[in-house]
């Protein structure tokens, strides 16, 4: 399998865990060095590339490839997004998967997004309070691209600590995800969800993600 925009490789690492043959690709070296070290760490085999989501090679295909946390929002323009699926397509063997998790067009359209915008998690012995954007982040309704404030605190025994940044995410709908499909070729759409439970269809009340299942012809 390969994890597209995989970060920290969570994905691709669970998948070595469980004795898949897994590759981790991201265009951040902090991200591929902290892929690298979380795998030495682990015991795990992980083939972790530096590389652009848009335009890649690599000397093998997969029977499985996925972009997760809807990180298909780092792709601006419809032209990134084409070039994107012909790379995936140019790396999956016929008869092979595909899959994208994208944020629930419902977190746009609607006066309730179905997703928060702030938690709290641990990490061992620190506690992290997360906020991702939010109501005061407009999204630009021409080019669908909001400007997300993104605020970490991070509390441990030396003491607290914030991180800020500033995300820019591309907002995709279904619509636009079925169009760019057909221009760059290769895959058919074999299923869409609204959660990672198969039972809750896109549309149900009760979805919150946007699941897109494509198979290379």
Same mark, same amino acid.
């Given at each position: 399998m390969l994890e597209l925009a995989a970060g920290p490789a969570e994905h691709?690492? #669970?998948?070595? /865990? /469980?004795? +898949? !043959? =897994?590759? =981790?690709l991201d265009l951040s070296p902090a991200m591929c060095a902290? =892929?690298?070290?979380? *795998? @030495? @760490? @682990? %015991?795990l085999a992980l083939e972790v590339v530096r590389g652009d989501m848009r335009d890649f090679a690599l000397p093998q295909r997969f029977g499985l490839v996925v972009t997760m946390l809807n990180s298909v929002c780092h792709l601006m323009e419809l032209d990134g997004l084409v =070039?994107?699926?012909?790379?995936?397509?140019?790396?999956? +063997? !016929?008869? %092979?998967?595909? &899959?994208? #998790?994208?944020?629930?067009? @419902?977190? +746009?359209?609607? &006066? +309730?997004?179905?997703?928060? !915008? #702030?938690?709290d998690t641990a990490a061992g012995a620190r506690q992290v309070h997360v906020r991702w954007g939010g109501g005061d982040d407009a999204i630009d309704p021409v080019t669908q691209v909001t400007r997300e404030h993104v605020r970490i605190t991070v509390r441990d025994g030396a003491g607290s600590r914030t991180l800020a940044d500033v995300v820019p995410n591309r907002f995709w709908t279904g619509t636009e995800i079925t169009a760019a499909v057909r221009l760059a070729g290769?895959?058919?759409? *074999? *299923? /869409?969800?609204?959660d990672f439970d198969g039972d809750v269809s896109l549309s149900a009340p009760e979805a919150w993600r946007m699941i897109v299942v494509l198979r290379r012809e």
């Open positions: 691709a690492l #669970e998948l070595a /865990r /469980r004795g +898949v !043959s =897994a590759t =981790a902290r =892929a690298r070290d979380k *795998a @030495a @760490a @682990a %015991g =070039a994107h699926l012909r790379a995936v397509a140019r790396h999956t +063997v !016929s008869g %092979g998967l595909y &899959i994208m #998790e994208l944020a629930h067009p @419902a977190d +746009v359209l609607t &006066i +309730v997004p179905r997703t928060n !915008s #702030e938690w290769g895959f058919t759409e *074999a *299923a /869409r969800y609204g």
